[in-house]
C-alpha cells in the first residue's frame, strides 16, 4: 500500500494549505517554535483531526491564553512532568470509543514540547510514553535552553553556550557540558519511527518526516532544532541563514532511524567549520575573544566526534 509520504504532490499546494495554528498568537517574530509546529500540523492530511498536546514553555504561554487558543485542532495545555502521558491516555481512550463505535473521525495525536519540558524535565513520561507502544507523535522543538523564563541551560544547550544560568564572564566560559543527544536515546527506545531536523530551503525535510512521524503505527518523536532569536542573539531575519549553517557545519545532523536503521538525509558537499555557525550568534561572542581561543577548536573537535559516529551508524 502506497504511504501517505509516498504521494506525490505539489509543493506549493501544500504551504498553501489552510494554517491549522492561526496567527495573532504571541510568539516573537522570526521564532523558530512557531515554524516548527505550522510544518508539522500542515503534514495531516485533509479530513484528519488531531489532538495537541503541549507542554508548558513559549509556544504554550503565547498560543495559548486561555480561554483564546492558536490552535484550529483540540488542544491540551500540560505540564512539563505529564505531556508524554497526558496524549498517551488521550490516544487509549480513543482506541476503546473508536472501538466502541462512538468515534468516526480520525484523530492523531501530536505533543509538543521544549527542549526543557523534553529533554529535561518531562523526559519521563516521554520515555514511558514511547516504550508502551501509543500511537502518537512527540515533537520537541530545540530552542537549546528554557527560553521562556529567560534563558536558563538545558540539556540540549550547546557546549560553552552563554545563558543565564552559565553566563561567560571572567570567571565562566558558557555552558560547561555538551549536549544530550536525545534523539539517539530515544531510538533505543526501538520505537519504528524517529527523525531529526530543521528547516532548509523548503522545509521538504521536516514536512515529509512529520508525514512519516504522523501516519506510521506506533510511537514517534521528531527533534527539530527551532531557533530562538531571542536567546541565540541574531536578528530575526537570518533563521533560515542560521539553520542552513548548523546543517552545513553539521552541528545539527539530519536523519532518521525506519524500525531501528538509521538512515543519514543530509551530507554536506562542504562541510563548513564550526565558526561559520558560532560567529553570527551573541551567545557565543566570547568564544571570538583572544583569551577563549582554544575553545572553538575544541567545540569543532566534538562536532566531527559526533558527525563520524553518526555516519558509521548510517552505513
Ligand atoms: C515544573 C516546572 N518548573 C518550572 C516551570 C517554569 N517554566 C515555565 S516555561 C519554562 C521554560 C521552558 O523551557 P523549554 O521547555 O525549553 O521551552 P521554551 O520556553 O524554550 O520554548 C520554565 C522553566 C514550570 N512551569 N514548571
Ligand atoms: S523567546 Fe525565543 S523561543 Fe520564545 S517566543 Fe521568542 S523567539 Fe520563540
Ligand atoms: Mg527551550
Known sequence: ???????????????????????????????????????????LEEGDRAVIGNATGCLEVSSFMYPYTAYEDSYIHNAFENAGATLSGVE???????????????????????????????????????????????????NGAYMN????????????????TTPAGKISTGKVQVRKDLAAIIAEHHVPYVGQST????????????QKAIYT???AFLNVLSPCPRGWGYEPSDMMNICRLAVDT??????????GKWVLNYEPKNKL?????????????HLFKKENEELIPLFQAEVDKRWEELRNKCE
Open 273 to 285: 567549520p564550526i565558526e561559520d555557525f558560532l560567529r553570527p550568534q551573541r551567545r557565543f561572542k
Open 199 to 210: 528547516f532548509t530551503a523548503n522545509f521538504k525535510d521536516l514536512y515529509t518526516k512529520a
Open 250 to 259: 553539521c552541528y545539527w545532523t539530519m536523519f532518521e532511524v525506519i524500525d
Open 92 to 142: 487509549t481512550a480513543y482506541r476503546v470509543l473508536k472501538k466502541k463505535g462512538k468515534i468516526k473521525e480520525n484523530f492523531k495525536f501530536i505533543t509538543f514540547g521544549g527542549d526543557g519540558g523534553t529533554y529535561d524535565i518531562g523526559f519521563q513520561s516521554l520515555s514511558g510514553a514511547m516504550e508502551r507502544g501509543h500511537d502518537m507523535v512527540y515533537v520537541c522543538y530545540d
Open 217 to 219: 503505527p506506533g510511537p
Open 149 to 164: 523564563t529567560g534563558t536558563q541551560r538545558s540539556s540540549a544547550t550547546p557546549q560553552y553556550a552563554d545563558t543565564t
Open 1 to 43: 500500500m502506497e504511504q501517505v509520504w509516498e504521494k506525490a504532490y505539489n509543493f506549493k499546494e501544500v504551504m498553501n494549505k489552510p494554517e491549522r495554528l492561526a496567527g495573532g498568537h504571541r510568539m516573537c517574530a522570526g521564532c523558530g517554535g512557531t515554524v516548527t509546529v505550522r510544518t508539522v500540523l500542515r503534514a
